[in-house]
């Protein structure tokens, strides 16, 4: 089983639509979770972090996360084109627990395009 | 824009030969890392770094070198290159291990 699962998509979604995306992982040491967005041919960039559960919201985005699930989402209000691009969820854990030396550990992406 | 650049940020090249790419930031973030991306892995820790001259392997670290002799600049070597290393390699840097991290440009490397 891999450590974090996320569906790849790609997810088509009309212009003002409120996305979901979601990621599931398997290890209950992960507490700090990041969402990212990256465009084609550019680099990930920083959307959300958020410490253990509950919510977060900036802007049209609200992370979500439900440790006992051991579920992540990010949620994007009146989704507009610009929005068209991979989201990336990523989490870690405390230093030497599980050996990991705090490493980020990424889900694969879910592609996601806003049509107008 | 978090302070990073990478170089080169596109390099084709044959196999067997040396490549170094090269990371900068002007952030002063402590910790620095080596991504790569590739379709269907997703992104994967090569090497970071903890600090000058501190270094540790990630999980892809076979075939890979790196140093920092100082704060802003990380270097990844790879010492004979293979067509398996055909990637798009992205730096990342940050304040601590658990503070988020921020990317570069990314480099996009062809073995052929």
Redesign the interface.
Known sequence: QKEVEQDPGPLSVPEGAIVSLNCTYSNSAFQ?F?W?RQYS??????LM?TYSSGNKEDGRFTAQVDKSSKYISLFIRDSQPSDSATY?C?M?M??NYGGS????I????TKLSVKP | DAGITQSPRHKVTETGTPVTLRCHQTENHRYMYWYRQDPGHGLRLIHYSYGVKDTDKGEVSDGYSVSRSKTEDFLLTLESATSSQTSVYFCAISVSLYNEQFFGPGTRLTVL
């Open positions: 700090y990041m990212y041919r550019k680099g990930p960039e920083l972090y990336l990523a870690t405390l230093m030396q705090g490493n980020l990424f889900g694969k992406g």
